[in-house]
Nanobody, 120 residues
Framework: DVQLQASGGGLVRSGGYLRLSCVASGGTVNAIVWFRQASGKGREGVGCLSHIDGTTIYANSVKGRFSISRNNAGDTVYLLMNDLKPEDTAVYYC???????????????WGQGTQVTVSS
């Protein structure tokens, strides 16, 4: 099974930025999705990177503020979050999917998340 580890979360003020990292190992990965889960809420996909063609898609709630990239080796995927808002506060996870999607029911494997807290 693929193993994933997200890191890089923290406390930031509204308008600030953070970069999260996701390290994947143990298998072939077609796509990496970043999703978040706020306290008491369900999973929300924020963006997905296809390892097949390198393209990305984003949820409307983060479009223009968040971007996903990867390192040259392809084993680390980043989520750069700009102009953070209090409503972005959540635990952020990375997961694998078979194709480019942010739909929660498509997630195959995910690891421990990283907490992002945005203060107003």
């Amino acid at each position: 099974d693929v193993q994933l580890q997200a890191s890089g979360g923290g406390l930031v003020r509204s308008g600030g930025y953070l970069r999260l990292s996701c390290v994947a190992s143990g298998g072939t990965v077609n796509a990496i999705v970043w999703f978040r889960q706020a306290s008491g809420k369900g999973r929300e996909g924020v963006g997905c990177l296809s390892h097949i063609d390198g393209t990305t898609i984003y949820a409307n709630s983060v479009k223009g503020r968040f971007s996903i990239s990867r390192n040259n080796a392809g084993d680390t995927v980043y989520l750069l979050m700009n102009d953070l808002k209090p409503e972005d506060t959540a635990v952020y996870y990375c997961a694998t999917t078979q194709w480019q999607t942010i739909e929660p029911f498509e997630y195959d494997f995910w690891g421990q998340g990283t907490q992002v807290t945005v203060s107003s």
